[in-house]
């Protein structure tokens, strides 16, 4: 059974940091690219960053500059990085696993930005 749990979503000030992790199943983490993506109240979800099996990554114009994902290997560990938080990164956010065939998402894990 292919899991996803996240984990690290809190209420941080403006300004602040926050790392958000998940944890992949093992039969998946090597072979799929990861991402986070995120749903705002009324808002479509949205890619926020991707890690690719060979290890590129992009992002939303959004968060450039401000967000940076990374995977552990031996934890089969996807995180996310994010400083100078804004209230407008607030959302629900997941974590997601894709390849051509399967798109497997977390539960979410909810980032609040308010002062």
């Known amino acids: 059974q292919v899991q996803l749990v996240e984990s690290g979503g809190d209420l941080v000030q403006p300004g602040g940091s926050l790392r958000l992790s998940c944890a992949v199943s093992?039969?998946?983490?090597?072979?799929?690219?990861l991402g986070w993506y995120r749903q705002a109240p009324g808002k479509q979800r949205e890619l926020v960053a991707q890690?690719?099996?060979?290890?590129?990554?992009n992002y939303a114009d959004s968060v450039k500059g401000r967000f940076t994902i990374s995977k552990d290997g031996p934890k089969n560990t996807v995180y996310l990085q994010m400083n100078s938080l804004k209230p407008e990164d607030t959302a629900v956010y997941y974590c997601?696993?894709?390849?051509?065939?399967?798109?497997?998402w977390g539960q979410g894990t909810q980032v609040t930005v308010s002062s």
């Open positions: 997601n696993a894709k390849n051509m065939f399967f798109d497997y």
């Open positions: 093992t039969s998946i983490f090597r072979f799929y690219d």
């Open positions: 890690i690719r099996v060979g290890g590129s990554t």
